[in-house]
């Protein structure tokens, strides 16, 4: 079946770094949906790609969704401790309603 | 507008008894769905209702069996529990099939 693939697992960075992570997929997808998840709490979409090569910010994030549309990108600048938590990735390929979600990767701040 | 809601937000079941997750939207949404997400895991499909009126099975439907009372409730129900449904069950919603998925924040549902 589809896998999807989130790396890094987890990530410890100071107060005011970039961040970067990233999904790969082993087959096409359509649209690509990230999401963050804080402990305790549901996750909640952050930023929506449907086209190849795409580039959307939303504040200090910005997520890319690859040429080859097997993999998407996204970056968090100048990070805050808020900023702590779990981020998801998830993909779709064309003609179905389902999303195939990543393992997340784990984002902690140090002040 | 409170979005995707469910109840109860925690949950301790013994091996063998029955219970019934709630969920519901205020978004005007078609599509309503389950997953459960377990350590390590990505979140995975459990069962799906693409509109009123329709369900389907998902990645991981075994061992459950959901309604979609109205459009904007879709109910999950697990008829005799097992220790392996031990998760963190989610629902979501979407304008129509296929769409961005809004989640709730959750049900932690354990079984000894």
């Known amino acids: 079946g589809q896998q999807l693939n989130q790396s890094p697992q987890s990530m410890f960075i100071q107060e005011g770094e970039d961040v970067s992570m990233n999904c790969t997929s082993s087959s096409i997808f359509n649209t690509w949906l990230w999401y963050k998840q804080d402990p305790g709490e549901g996750p909640v979409l952050l930023i929506a790609l449907y086209k190849a090569g795409e580039l959307t910010s939303n504040g200090r994030l910005t997520a890319q969704f690859g040429i080859t549309r097997k993999d998407s990108f996204l970056n968090i600048s100048a990070s805050i401790p808020s900023d702590v938590g779990i981020y998801f990735c998830?993909?779709?390929?064309?003609?179905?309603?389902?999303?195939?979600f990543g393992t997340g990767t784990r984002l902690k701040v140090l002040a | 507008n409170a979005g995707v809601t469910q109840t109860p937000k925690f949950q301790v079941l013994k091996t063998g008894q029955s219970m019934t997750l709630q969920c519901a939207q205020d978004?005007?949404?078609?599509?309503m769905y389950w997953y459960r997400q377990d350590p390590g895991m990505g979140l995975r499909l459990i069962y799906y209702s693409a509109s009123e009126g329709t369900t389907d099975k998902g990645e991981v439907p075994n061992g459950y069996n959901v309604s979609r009372l109205n459009k904007r409730e879709f109910s999950l129900r697990l008829e005799s529990a097992a220790p392996s449904q031990t998760s963190v069950y989610f629902c979501a919603s979407s304008a129509d099939p296929g769409g961005e998925q809004f989640f709730g924040p959750g049900t932690r549902l354990t079984v000894l």
């Open positions: 978004m005007n949404h078609n599509s």
């Open positions: 998830a993909g779709q390929s064309g003609g179905t309603y389902k999303y195939i």
